[in-house]
C-alpha cells in the first residue's frame, strides 16, 4: 500500500495500491482509495492528542509520494487481502464506499460552504452608532465537496471541516435551524487570519437607522454566497449589509465578485441557493420573544 | 310498482350505464390520485388527501346519477325517499354521524396534520391519516391506533411536532459538597459541546431544591423537535463522563450520622451475627 498526499484542491485519479490523504490545517483529515470500481472515503477530525495518530509521518514523506506517483496503475482485482490493508491502516477509520460506473475514476475535491445558514457571534460586542459603518472579516468553517468527474461531476459527498454547534434563529413559533460560530470579527487582515479550513468573509456593515445598532450576532445566509480561492485563502464574496432599524429586514448586497483584499482569487464554489444581487433578510439578533420567554 | 322506475331497459342502455360506469371509474381514480400528488407538493400531504376524498365522493356521486339516468331511473322520486331514508339512518346512526361533524371540526381547526407526532389519553404516535370517522395513528412500538374523531374532539391532544424546537428537562442532583457555580459551569460546557443542543435558546439551569441527599437541579436545554430523542439519549451520558472526569458526586439515597452538629459521620461497623442480615452484607 503507498501513500499520497494531496496538496491542493482540485482533481486527482484515485489508484488501487494508494491511500491518498487531503489534510486541512489540523481539523480534519479525508483519505480516498480506489477498490476495483468502487471509491472509498474516510475522514477523521484530528484535535489535539491525536494528532498523530493517524499513520506515522515517515509514511507520508516526500519520497513515498514521488515513489506512488511513479508507479503505474495496476488495476487488481478487488481482494479480500486488499480491503484488510485498508482497514488495517488505521483501525478507527469509518471508511464510505461508493460504487461508480466507471473504473477509471477521475475525483475533484472542492471547498464548499455550510449546508445551512450560520449564526456567527463576535466575541466582544461591537457597537455602530447611527449612521456609521464598518468593514469586518469573520471566517466561515467550509465543507469539503467530492465530485466523480468521471461520472458527469456527480456529487459524491460532502464532509464538514468541523463539527459545528447549531442554534435558532427566528421566534418560537417559526424560523430556521443555522450553525453557530464565535468569530473575533476582525477589523483588518492579518496573516493569522488565514487557515485552509476556513473563508474569510468580508462585511460591511451600515446602520441607516436613527438609532445605535449593537451587532450581538449576523446570520450569514451562506447558501447565497460563492467561494474564491487564491493562494493565501478561501474568500466569500464581499456583503453589504444595511441595516435599517426596527424590525425592518436588512438589505443584503452580495458582489459576485472576488472581494477587493483578493482581487486575483478564482471561483472556487458557486453558491449553492444563488439568489438576486440585492436582497432582504433578517439578519440582526431582535426576536425579542426569544429572549424574554426562556426558562 | 318499483316497474315504474325502469321503464326503458334494453341492451343499448346497459351498455351505455357500463360505459359511464367504467370511465367514470378510471377518471375519477386517476383525476384523485394527480390532484392528490400535486396538491400534496405544492400544499401539504393533509390538503392533498382532503382534497382527493372530496373529489371521490363527488365524482362517484355523479356517475351513479348519471348512469342510473341512462338506466331510465326517475331520480326525483329516489332522492325524496332517500332523503326520508337518510333521517331514519341518522337516528339510527347517531355515533357515526356524530364522528363524522367532529372529523369536519377537526379539519377546520387543524390542530395537526398528516406526520405531526401527537399524544391522546397518553398513546403517542404518527398521525398516518385523517378519515371520515377517525384518525389513525401509528404508535412508536409499532401498534395501529385508531381514534374516533368525537373522541379526539372531547380529549386533551399535546401535538408534540407542531413547534420547530422543544425544550428537554434534564434532572441532574450533585452531593452537597459541591460547588454550585462549578457544577453550572460544568452543565454549560456541557451544552455547549453537544452538537445536538441548540446554542439558541440559551440552556437554562434552574434550582430545584435541596433533597434529602442531594442539591436537585433542573437543566433546560432546547433542541430540534425532532432530534427530542438523540439530545436525551446524548446529553445524559455526556453529563455522567464529564461529572466522573471532575470529581463530582452524583448522590445516591443515604443517612449520615452525627454526635454532634459538626463532627465527622461516625462509621458504623456491624459485626457478629445479625438475625436477617445475609453474610455479604457484613462488613
Known amino acids: 500500500m503507498k501513500f499520497n498526499v494531496l496538496q491542493q484542491w482540485g482533481a486527482f485519479s484515485p489508484n488501487n495500491n494508494t491511500i491518498h490523504k487531503f489534510e486541512l490545517d489540523e481539523t480534519l483529515t479525508c483519505f480516498f482509495t480506489k477498490v476495483s470500481n468502487e471509491l472509498w472515503i474516510a475522514s477523521k477530525k484530528v484535535t489535539g492528542s491525536e494528532k498523530k495518530?493517524?499513520?506515522?509521518?515517515?509514511?507520508?514523506?516526500?519520497?513515498?509520494?514521488?515513489?506512488?506517483?511513479?508507479?503505474?496503475?495496476?488495476?487488481?482485482?478487488?481482494?479480500?487481502?486488499?480491503?484488510?490493508?485498508?482497514?488495517?491502516?488505521?483501525?478507527?477509520l469509518k471508511w464510505s464506499r461508493w460504487a461508480l460506473r466507471d473504473e477509471?475514476?477521475?475525483i475533484e475535491i472542492t471547498p464548499l460552504f455550510p449546508n445551512m445558514p450560520v449564526v456567527v457571534k463576535p466575541e466582544y460586542q461591537f457597537k455602530l452608532f447611527p449612521e456609521g459603518s464598518a468593514d469586518i472579516y469573520v471566517r466561515i468553517p467550509i465543507w469539503i465537496q467530492v465530485k466523480a468527474i468521471s461520472e458527469g461531476g456527480l456529487k459524491v459527498t460532502e464532509i464538514p471541516s468541523m463539527l459545528l454547534s447549531r442554534t435558532w434563529f427566528g421566534s418560537f413559533l417559526e424560523g430556521e435551524l443555522c450553525y453557530w460560530f464565535k468569530t473575533t470579527a476582525r477589523r483588518a487582515l492579518e496573516e493569522d487570519i488565514f487557515k485552509s479550513h476556513l473563508c474569510v468573509c468580508p462585511i460591511k456593515i451600515v446602520n441607516s437607522s436613527e438609532?445605535?445598532?449593537?451587532?450581538?450576532k449576523l446570520c450569514l445566509r451562506t447558501e447565497q454566497l460563492s467561494?474564491?480561492?487564491?493562494?493565501?485563502s478561501l474568500w466569500s464574496d464581499h456583503m453589504t449589509i444595511e441595516y435599517k432599524g426596527g424590525n425592518n429586514f436588512s438589505d443584503i448586497i452580495v458582489s459576485g465578485t472576488p472581494p477587493k483584499e483578493a482581487k486575483n482569487a478564482v471561483l472556487a464554489a458557486s453558491p449553492r441557493n444563488p439568489v438576486r444581487k440585492g436582497f432582504a433578510q433578517r439578519t440582526f439578533r431582535l426576536i425579542n420573544e426569544l429572549q424574554g420567554k426562556i426558562g | 310498482m318499483f316497474t315504474e322506475y325502469l321503464?326503458?331497459?334494453?341492451?343499448?342502455?346497459?351498455?351505455?350505464?357500463?360505459?359511464?360506469?367504467?370511465?367514470?371509474?378510471?377518471?375519477?381514480?386517476?383525476?384523485?390520485?394527480?390532484?392528490?400528488?400535486?396538491?400534496?407538493?405544492?400544499?401539504?400531504?393533509?390538503?392533498?388527501?382532503l382534497v382527493s376524498k372530496v373529489i371521490y365522493y363527488v365524482g362517484i356521486g355523479i356517475m351513479t346519477v348519471s348512469a342510473l339516468h341512462e338506466l331510465g331511473f326517475k331520480l326525483g322520486p329516489l332522492l325524496g325517499a332517500a332523503g326520508v331514508v337518510g333521517i331514519a339512518i341518522a337516528f339510527a346512526a347517531q355515533t357515526t354521524v356524530s364522528n363524522l361533524l367532529s372529523g369536519f371540526f377537526l379539519v377546520a381547526e387543524k390542530p395537526f396534520q398528516i406526520g405531526d407526532i401527537i399524544s391522546v389519553n397518553g398513546n403517542v404516535g404518527s398521525v398516518l391519516s385523517i378519515d371520515s370517522l377517525s384518525v389513525k395513528v401509528r404508535m412508536f412500538d409499532n401498534r395501529f391506533l385508531r381514534i374516533p374523531n368525537e373522541t379526539l374532539l372531547k380529549s386533551e391532544m399535546i401535538n408534540v411536532t407542531r413547534h420547530p424546537i422543544r425544550r428537554v428537562e434534564f434532572r441532574v442532583s450533585v452531593a452537597y459538597k459541591e460547588d454550585m457555580d462549578r457544577v453550572r459551569k460544568i452543565l454549560f460546557e456541557v451544552a455547549d459541546q453537544n452538537p445536538i443542543a441548540l446554542q439558541e435558546p440559551a440552556p437554562a439551569l434552574i434550582f430545584d431544591s435541596f433533597a434529602s441527599s442531594s442539591i436537585d437541579f433542573v437543566f433546560n436545554v432546547w433542541c430540534a423537535a425532532s432530534e427530542f430523542l438523540d439530545l436525551r439519549n446524548t446529553l445524559y451520558p455526556d453529563i455522567k463522563k464529564r461529572f466522573d472526569q471532575e470529581g463530582i458526586e452524583i448522590p445516591f439515597p443515604h443517612i449520615s450520622i452525627y454526635k454532634g452538629e459538626v463532627t465527622e459521620p461516625i462509621p458504623i461497623r456491624l459485626t457478629g451475627d445479625i438475625p436477617g442480615l445475609e453474610s455479604s452484607n457484613k462488613s
Open chain 2, 7 to 49: 321503464p326503458n331497459i334494453n341492451y343499448e342502455a346497459l351498455i351505455r350505464f357500463s360505459i359511464i360506469m367504467t370511465v367514470g371509474l378510471f377518471v375519477v381514480v386517476v383525476l384523485r390520485k394527480y390532484i392528490r400528488k400535486i396538491v400534496s407538493e405544492h400544499y401539504n400531504q393533509h390538503y392533498g388527501m
Open chain 1, 227 to 232: 467561494m474564491f480561492k487564491n493562494d493565501k
Open chain 1, 53 to 92: 495518530t493517524v499513520k506515522e509521518q515517515e509514511d507520508w514523506t516526500p519520497s513515498t509520494q514521488r515513489q506512488a506517483a511513479k508507479d503505474e496503475i495496476k488495476e487488481e482485482a478487488h481482494s479480500q487481502t486488499k480491503v484488510r490493508e485498508i482497514i488495517d491502516f488505521d483501525p478507527d
Open chain 1, 104 to 106: 477509471k475514476m477521475n
Open chain 1, 211 to 216: 438609532e445605535e445598532l449593537e451587532i450581538d
